[in-house]
């Protein structure tokens, strides 16, 4: 089970980190990610790391602003995002599965999603 917190209202530019708490065990190879639906449009990949290595990888619509990390001994996976801007407003949810992917289908365990709302 993931469970997603820290979504609220920022201004742009401003920062907000969301965190997502996993139940039971996480394996060393799975990627935990963070994907982002904004109204209308499709469920798109954010970012993700690894699980054991800790290797990252974003979409370049995120890279440089957004930061995954991890944290072993809380079985919980944050988003650091900064320089937020308008766009970025979306449901960010959390998930589980293959490294590297960056499709919805690959990930088979989510969260319900959490609402980042940026005001411009």
């Known amino acids: 089970q993931l469970v997603e917190s820290g979504g609220g209202l920022v201004q742009a530019g401003g920062s907000l980190r969301l965190s997502c708490a996993a139940s039971?065990?996480?394996?060393?190879?799975?990627?935990m990610a963070w994907f982002r639906q904004a109204p209308g449009k499709d469920r798109e990949f954010v970012g993700g790391i690894g699980w054991g290595a800790g290797n990252t990888y974003y979409s370049n619509s995120v890279k440089g602003r957004f930061t995954v990390s991890r944290e072993k001994a809380k079985n919980t996976v944050y988003l650091q995002m900064n320089s937020l801007r308008s766009e970025d407003t979306a449901i960010y949810y959390c998930?589980?599965?293959?490294?590297?992917?960056?499709?919805?289908?690959?990930?088979?365990?989510w969260g319900q999603g959490t609402q980042v709302t940026v005001s411009s």
């Open positions: 039971g065990r996480i394996f060393s190879s799975t990627c």
């Open positions: 998930a589980a599965g293959k490294y590297g992917s960056a499709w919805v289908r690959e990930f088979g365990s």
